[in-house]
């Protein structure tokens, strides 16, 4: 058990410096890019990116552009709607946000010990989704042939039957389990021992 454990964590670090390395390259191709448009820009007499169109503005060159019905001028188009430079800047500060996550020595032991339970409880949690899988392809089943029954009666609004305004309508899935319930009990379709029994996992 502890050797698994030894092995898991030590996989797990690997794969969070894997992804600090991942991160830690594009943060300075970022820095990189950024400082070269920088430079560009005083080169150029500090001109930088094109300034941005604010909401009114660019909803009124749009107004324009369909007015002329394709036969807008250049001076219509419109730029991006946040420059280069702030997008980088955007993920840059979203990189050096997760970097200072994964620098935190509790993430490697808090992923390994995920890693680690998942791995102890994978084939509990593969019977739970086969039989809420099954479960729910066997609802459905049933909701047809309630609905087929329906469908066979000559006039449905003459009888009474149980539960009639629970089942055979609108899928049971949009119905509050607790609604159906209580009708199931109040009109003796279960009983509390069965509802405990089919509580059980």
Same mark, same amino acid.
């Given at each position: 058990?502890?050797?698994?454990?030894?092995?898991?964590?030590?996989?797990?670090?690997?794969?969070?410096?894997?992804?600090?390395?991942?991160?830690?390259?594009?943060?300075?191709?970022?820095?990189?890019?950024?400082?070269?448009?920088?430079?560009?820009?005083?080169?150029?007499?500090?001109?930088?990116?094109?300034?941005?169109?604010?909401?009114?503005?660019?909803?009124? !060159?749009?107004?324009?552009?369909?007015?002329?019905?394709?036969?807008?001028?250049?001076?219509?188009?419109?730029?991006?709607?946040?420059?280069?430079?702030?997008?980088?800047?955007?993920?840059?500060?979203?990189?050096?946000?997760?970097?200072?996550?994964?620098?935190?020595?509790?993430?490697?032991?808090?992923?390994?010990?995920?890693?680690?339970?998942?791995?102890?409880?994978?084939?509990?949690? !593969?019977?739970?989704?086969?039989?809420?899988?099954?479960?729910?392809?066997?609802?459905?089943?049933?909701?047809?042939?309630?609905?087929?029954?329906?469908?066979?009666?000559?006039?449905?609004?003459?009888?009474?039957?149980?539960?009639?305004?629970?089942?055979?309508?609108?899928?049971?899935?949009?119905?509050?389990?607790?609604?159906?319930?209580?009708?199931?009990?109040?009109?003796?379709?279960?009983?509390?021992?069965?509802?405990?029994?089919?509580?059980?996992?």
């Amino acid at each position: 058990m502890a050797t698994k454990n030894t092995e898991i964590h030590a996989l797990t670090t690997a794969e969070i410096g894997r992804q600090v390395k991942i991160h830690s390259d594009r943060s300075r191709q970022i820095i990189n890019e950024r400082a070269a448009m920088y430079a560009n820009a005083l080169k150029n007499g500090g001109g930088g990116d094109t300034p941005i169109v604010d909401a009114d503005e660019r909803a009124a !060159r749009e107004h324009a552009k369909s007015l002329l019905n394709g036969s807008a001028p250049e001076s219509l188009s419109l730029p991006p709607e946040i420059t280069r430079d702030r997008m980088l800047l955007r993920e840059q500060r979203g990189i050096e946000i997760v970097l200072k996550i994964l620098a935190d020595k509790g993430v490697a032991a808090r992923a390994s010990e995920a890693v680690f339970w998942a791995e102890e409880h994978s084939s509990q949690w !593969r019977a739970l989704c086969r039989d809420v899988t099954l479960t729910a392809i066997k609802l459905d089943a049933l909701e047809r042939a309630t609905q087929e029954m329906i469908g066979q009666c000559p006039d449905i609004f003459a009888v009474n039957l149980p539960m009639g305004r629970f089942v055979g309508g609108r899928a049971i899935s949009e119905k509050p389990i607790g609604d159906l319930t209580d009708a199931a009990l109040a009109e003796g379709v279960v009983t509390q021992a069965e509802i405990r029994k089919a509580q059980t996992c």
